[in-house]
Nanobody
Framework: QVQLVESGGGLVQPGGSLRLGCAAS????????MGWYRQAPGKQRELVAI???????NYADSVKGRFTISRDNAKSTVYLQMNRLKPEDTAVYYC?????WGQGTQVTVSS
């Protein structure tokens, strides 16, 4: 069993910043990819960003240049720094490792 505990999220004005964190614990032998997905109301869940153990990253086109994903392998933790947030970034953000999902954290961008 693996637990993913997310932190961060909340309400922010357009142009603002937020940082999400996700700590993995439990029956973890090795984690390759860690990442973030999001789901807005009425839309499908989509990849936001993903990072491998070696630090290779992949971002959705919509967040490139604004979001940065990072990880602390020693702590099995992944972070998502979100800058220059837009109303269209509003969604529930989910932490992900292959086979496991976090419970989700709400990010709302509104004035």
């Amino acid at each position: 069993q693996v637990q993913l505990v997310e932190s961060g999220g909340g309400l922010v004005q357009p142009g603002g910043s937020l940082r999400l964190g996700c700590a993995a614990s439990g029956s973890i032998r090795s984690i390759n990819a860690m990442g973030w997905y999001r789901q807005a109301p009425g839309k499908q869940r989509e990849l936001v960003a993903i990072i491998t153990t070696g630090g290779n990253t992949n971002y959705a086109d919509s967040v490139k240049g604004r979001f940065t994903i990072s990880r602390d392998n020693a702590k099995s933790t992944v972070y998502l720094q979100m800058n220059r947030l837009k109303p269209e970034d509003t969604a529930v953000y989910y932490c992900y490792i292959p086979g496991w999902w976090g419970q989700g954290t709400q990010v709302t961008v509104s004035s």
